[in-house]
């Protein structure tokens, strides 16, 4: 059974730093693209980040350039968003998803879904 757990969200004040993980089970990284969406209330999910070994590096949407970092440890199956400069826009629930091609930042292209974590950044 595929199956991806998100943890590492919580409360942090704007310019803060948090890490979350993405461990995935039922099957393995290779050949699979993981990515990081979020939802905020009233939004649509927004695809944020992408790794894969199709691609010759990590993707970013330009919200997030230059403060998120996305990582992944092919040994223990899990993948990391390390978010830096957090702002209060950053508040949303965190999803990871993968699917077993190239990145796409369209949600309606991931076929696993972990549970998500919620993030939220004060002023």
């Known amino acids: 059974e595929v199956q991806l757990v998100e943890s590492g969200g919580g409360?942090?004040?704007a310019?803060?730093?948090l890490?979350?993980?993405c461990a995935a089970s039922g099957f393995t990284f290779e050949g699979y693209a993981i990515a990081w969406f979020r939802q905020a209330p009233?939004?649509?999910r927004e695809g944020i980040s992408c790794i894969s070994k199709r691609e010759s590096r990590p993707l970013?949407?330009?919200?997030?350039?230059?403060?998120?970092t996305i990582s992944s440890d092919n040994v223990q199956n899990r993948v990391y968003l390390e978010m830096n400069s957090l702002k209060p826009e950053d508040t949303a629930v965190y999803y990871?998803?993968?699917?077993s091609k190239s990145c796409s930042s369209d949600s309606n292209d991931y076929d696993e879904w972990g549970?998500?974590?919620q993030v939220t950044v004060t002023s």
């Open 42 to 44: 009233g939004k649509e």
């Open 19 to 21: 890490r979350l993980s």
């Open 115 to 117: 549970q998500g974590t």
């Open 60 to 68: 970013y949407a330009d919200s997030v350039k230059g403060r998120f």
């Open 15 to 17: 310019g803060g730093s």
């Open 11 to 13: 409360l942090v004040q």
């Open 96 to 99: 990871c998803a993968a699917r």
